[in-house]
């Protein structure tokens, strides 16, 4: 991931490997983690494709998108600006992840994914995500990016899903141009972009309640803003891994 200017990167130990942002990387990371294998991970190869799309299970939880740093940017230059957010507590409607470790951007983002909305439900009690959601719900953003720093629990998940990829990890410190951005349907029912580089959490808008994450209204929200302007002239690389119930689970 690109570094951000508001990123606060603490020390020189704040080093992870790269993510390959596929489903068997993020579904080795969230068992791992202490997510149920009941909790399924699935690339959408296509956003315009209705057979494609079809062979995705649903509801769908979360959309974990990675985009060119320099599409994520140019998306985003008019919030830049936005208020720094301060929240903490059971009551918000999301729960928010600052960013303080380098290139964990894909590790951030599927926190996000998983900590939110209706994949919460797959978190195994005892397990060390649930432990770790105990302790930050309560912290503000600082000293709840401090605990994801500290904890040797992330930072061993984080190393064995790093091996799991399509290619080679490449050495922590070298550059990654890209942003790992996580859009989930919050239990409020709203799209939220979540991103532990920016300032907060960004409310996109309401969904209805048949609408989940990849429903053409979030989209139009979320990913496609992200599309709009990579087809004025930016860098079309985009991935997106979508979060939902195991085919054999949707009928349950």
Known sequence: M?????LDVQGEKGYFVPLENNPEVMSHLAQELGISSDLGFYDV??????????????PVYALLFICPAEVYWKARRKEQNIAVY???????PVIWFKQTIRHACGLIGLLHGLSNGGAKKYITSGSD???????AIPLKPLPRANLLYESRALEAAHRSAAQQGDTAAPPAEDENNQHFICFVKSDNGHLWELEGGWNGPLDRGALKPDEDALSE????????????????????????????????????
Request: charged letters at 25%; glycine letters at 8%; a negative charge.
């Open 45 to 58: 190869y296509s956003i315009d494709e209705p057979e494609l799309l079809a062979v995705i299970p649903r």
């Open 86 to 92: 301060d929240g903490s507590g059971d009551k918000e």
């Open 217 to 252: 209204h979030a989209l139009q929200l979320g990913v496609r803003t992200f599309l709009k302007e990579a087809q004025t002239g930016g860098n079309l690389s985009f991935s997106i891994v979508a979060l939902a119930p195991k085919s054999n689970e949707v009928n349950r």
């Open 129 to 135: 995500l649930d432990g770790l959601l105990k302790e």
């Open 2 to 6: 690109a570094i951000p200017e508001n």
